[in-house]
Every structure is written in C-alpha cells, then in structure tokens.
C-alpha cells in the first residue's frame, strides 16, 4: 500500500466552492421561505396581472402592459435586492448567524459574495416569469436587452447597497418595519405603477431622483420607448450603488 493514501487532509476548500455553496444555501433558503415568495413573486404577479387586466391607472396611452412591465421588473428587483435581502440579513445578524459564519473559513466578503449571487439568481428567475406572463398579456417590449441588463445591474447594485446598510446599522425588528415601509413608498411614489407625470412638479423633481423611479423609468425609456442607453438613469443608479456599498462596507455590525 503506498504511504499517505488515506492521510486525511485537513484545511478549508477552495474559496470558489466555499461561495458557490453558501450561494446555493441563500438561494434555497430564499426560495423556501413563504414570506419571501410572497414579496418577491406574488406581490410583483399579482401587480402586473391586475393593473393590466383593468383599467385603474391612466398610463399614459397605449396598452398598460407597456407601461407596467418594465415598473414590475424594477420592482421586483427591489423587493429581492433591498426589502428581502434587508430582512432576511437583518435577522441573521440578530441571532448570530452572520457573526458564527464570519469566523468559519469563508471570509466575510466572500459571505457578501455568496448573498449577492443569490439575489441575483432570484433575480433571473423573478425576471423570467413575469416576462412571460407580460408577453402573455401582450406585453411588445423594444429597445437594447444590453441597455436593460445594465439598468438591472446598476438597480441591484443600488438596492442591495441600501439594503446590507439598513441590515448591519439597525436592529432586526427596525429593519422589518423600515424595509416593508420603504417598499410600499418606493412602489406608489416611483413610478411603478403610478406615472410620476401624475405628481406636482416639486415631489416629481425629487421622486425622479430615486433608483426605483431610475430603474423604473430607464426601463421604460428602453422596453416601451426603444431610446438609447438612458446614461441619466445609469448615472442616478450608479451613485445610489457607489454611496450605499460604500456606507454599507464603513458601517455594517456583525454582531
């Protein structure tokens, strides 16, 4: 028998399988849990299927799937990278789950990795279901799928900035409140569901300066409209993503 065949190897994995497992823990968990699925699915679902069946809001002309698709899929990447990825963090801190991870092998920014991947995997799953259900109510989209990619990026970016912020700063039970409240404001006041054309000058002024009302809207511009790269839209999305991860990295409690 050769020496050292079955000498155990003790030590972590690589980092690259540490990620790609705890990834596909968040995810399964994610897609488990009742409260989750209703936020990030139903909620979006029921939307689109209710306000494009009837005719509640005036959007503006034109079929209203046009106008509520692309304000679903903004929401529906809120409700994932911000009010679900908020809570649910928000509470592991709470009862030392990020604390216990944070001393296993995977490093801490390696945990953060492993959480955006699975937003970003609901995400591809949110997005394809509700495109289906828009193009089944006959939702004609237009535009650069490139430009509207980059708009989801930037918007998940963004959202999950403010996210970890309000998570690692707050106390869970705050976090709930706060994030569900957020949610509810940013889907009547961003142009979601509710054309910001609606509001007076001034709150429109500062509604528009919203990355929900810039996800929203650039989404908008490209899917319904068929405009260029909406660089305003980009730009307003990029610093909402630059102050929240950054502030989210100087300020974010484990414990």
Same mark, same amino acid.
């Given at each position: ?5 079955? $000498? ?7 980092? !690259? ?7 596909? *823990?968040?995810?399964?968990?994610? &897609? ?8 990030? %699915?139903?909620?979006?679902? &029921?939307? *689109? %299927? ?24 903004? *929401? ?16 592991? @801190? #709470?009862?030392?789950?990020?604390? @216990? ?6 490093? @801490? ?6 959480? $955006?991947? !699975?937003?970003?995997?609901?995400? %591809? ?36 900035? &403010? ?11 705050? $976090? ?17 569901? %509710? ?8 709150? #429109? ?7 929900? !009302?810039?996800? !929203? ?27 929240? &991860?950054?502030?989210?990295? #100087?300020?974010? #409690?484990?414990?």
């Amino acid at each position: 028998m050769t020496t050292g065949t079955f $000498t155990p190897r003790p030590g972590a994995a690589p980092l !690259s399988r540490m990620i790609r497992a705890q990834a596909a *823990l968040e995810t399964r968990m994610l &897609l488990r849990n009742g409260e989750q699925l209703l936020l990030t %699915v139903v909620i979006p679902t &029921l939307l *689109l %299927v209710l306000f494009s069946a009837v005719d509640i809001v005036d959007t503006g002309g034109g079929k209203a799937v046009d106008f509520l698709a692309p304000g679903v899929l903004a *929401l529906a990447v809120m409700s994932t990278a911000f009010t679900g990825q908020a809570i649910a963090t928000g509470f592991e @801190r #709470r009862y030392g789950v990020l604390k @216990r991870l944070g001393a296993s092998p995977l490093p @801490r920014w390696g945990l953060m990795t492993a959480k $955006t991947c !699975s937003v970003l995997v609901t995400e %591809v799953l949110q997005i394809a279901l509700l495109t289906a259900i828009a193009f089944a109510l006959g939702w004609s989209p237009h535009g650069n799928p490139l430009s509207a990619a980059l708009l989801l990026l930037l918007g998940t970016a963004a959202f999950s900035g &403010l996210g970890l912020l309000m998570a690692g700063t707050l106390k869970a039970e705050a $976090t709930l409140a706060a994030a569900n409240l957020v949610f509810l404001l940013l889907l009547v006041g961003g142009g979601v569901i %509710v054309p910001l054309e609606k509001f007076p000058d001034a709150a #429109r002024a500062v509604l528009e300066l919203l990355p929900i !009302s810039a996800l !929203s809207g650039g989404l908008r511009d490209v899917l319904r409209d068929g405009a260029g790269v909406p660089w305003a839209d980009l730009g307003i999305l990029a610093a909402w993503a630059a102050a929240g &991860l950054g502030a989210a990295g #100087r300020f974010f #409690r484990w414990e």
